[in-house]
């Protein structure tokens, strides 16, 4: 064993709000590369990037869905740009239970960016006429594989919780997938 960490490659999306210009084409190919069957329709609600717009005071922030929460956050904080007063939720990126965005229009299931999986990047990045939208990657540090010990106390766990019986069948199972 070397002794080197194994590295975990991380995307993200860094945004440039100064550059966006609010034309939406990251919305309108998102949505279609999103529909079933791909490209088959455009529903930006369908959209795991939202452009949040005031074009009065040509403000565009771009904005690309995050995790879900079950819960809503406490945060309530207020953001005044340009004049214009923004409460907290409007830059959110997760879905969450007090707002619509970031939801499947039909089935209300939260939707989270994925970086558009099997591309070589995300298409938002690669139609970004401006270049508002720069995708970064980064390796992070995997931690280290928990012990024989801390995978007992997990496995004892979830039988205590859900009972042994279940637990192997689940555990069968996922070793056929494999």
């Not at 309530?76 to 409007?90: A, M, P």
């Not at 039909?106 to 591309?119: A, F, I, T, Y």
């Not at 007992?152 to 919780?161: F, M, P, R, V």
Request: hydrophobic share 30%; glycine share 6%.
């Amino acid at each position: 064993m070397s002794g080197d960490k194994k590295k975990k490659k991380i995307k993200t999306i860094r945004i440039d709000v100064n550059k966006c210009n609010g034309c939406r084409a990251c919305e309108v190919i998102c949505s279609a590369f999103h529909a079933s069957p791909k490209y088959s329709s455009n529903n930006p609600a369908r959209s795991r990037i939202r452009v949040i717009r005031d074009p009065l005071s040509d403000i565009y922030v771009p904005v690309y869905a995050g995790e879900y929460t079950v819960a809503e956050c406490a945060g309530r904080d207020k953001y005044i740009i340009d004049g214009k007063e923004y409460d907290e939720c409007s830059f959110c990126r997760a879905s969450c239970p007090s707002r619509d965005e970031f939801k499947e229009p039909d089935s209300g299931l939260p939707l989270k960016c994925d970086m558009c999986e099997g591309e070589d990047e995300p298409l938002c990045v690669k139609w970004c006429q401006d270049d508002a939208l720069i995708l970064e990657e980064r390796e992070e540090d995997l931690p280290e594989d928990p012990g024989p010990e801390e995978i007992e106390i997990g496995l004892s766990a979830l039988a205590d919780k859900y009972g042994l019986e279940n637990l192997m069948d689940t555990v069968a199972r996922m070793a056929k997938k494999d």
